[in-house]
């Protein structure tokens, strides 16, 4: 794990059923990395669980849950909280063999533990947040170069490249142009990188 403020606050963290070295290791040990997969996880994830709700499984409609579960299972995975992605795997599997009464009868497990574990998350990012808060350097706009390559970056899928590049950009506070980089960042976390391009091209 880097040095830099993030990697020492995940460094001191511990959160019941989350591996964090493991998911760390599996993303490069790159801290900053890791913390835009939980922000997309502790975004995304509230509206799966309204989807996963109990009172919508039925014996017509596990099918469809299934392929829910699956989903909530890999994201659960993908930032190493085993705990919950295990619980995941076992109703995803009864979903599969038809045993409703499993569905129903754990379902609502899942959904209060994955809850808990998106309010510690939170925890987790206020706390980066205010480690890494402050001390920006200021610029009186984002740099059009960088911007360039962004772009190039983005329209090759290129997420390397990506990251670098927006991590550079979030490195500075902006006198304007500000909210384009937010916007970019928030777009970056969902994975939305058609928006990347269209904001990118709109302010150069």
Known sequence: MTHTATGQVLAKTSIAGLDIPDALARMGNNPKLYMRIIHSFV??????????ATGTI?????????????????????????????????????AKAN???????DNDAFI?????????????????????????????????????????????????QMNTLVEELLALDYARGGEVIKGI?????AFDYQTIEDLITAYL
């Not at 975004?43 to 996963?52: A, E, F, V």
């Not at 039925?58 to 849950?65: F, I, Q, R």
């Not at 045993?99 to 009868?105: E, I, Q, V």
Request: proline fraction near 3%; include cysteine.
């Open 43 to 52: 975004t995304n994830m509230p509206g799966n669980l309204n989807d996963l």
């Open 112 to 160: 209060t533990h994955t809850q808990e574990l998106i309010e510690q998350l939170q925890g987790l990012e206020a706390r980066v947040e205010a480690a890494e808060g402050g001390g920006k350097a200021q610029a009186e706009a984002p740099d059009a170069s960088t911007l360039a390559a962004l772009l190039t970056a983005t329209q090759n899928f290129d997420i390397d």
């Open 99 to 105: 045993d409703l009464d499993h569905c129903l009868r």
């Open 58 to 94: 039925t014996a017509d409609t596990l099918p469809d849950y299934a392929i829910r579960i699956h989903g909530a299972k890999g994201s659960c995975y993908g930032i190493g909280a085993n705990a919950v992605g295990d619980e995941a795997k076992a109703l995803e599997i009864a």
């Open 185 to 189: 960042k928030e777009s970056f976390d």
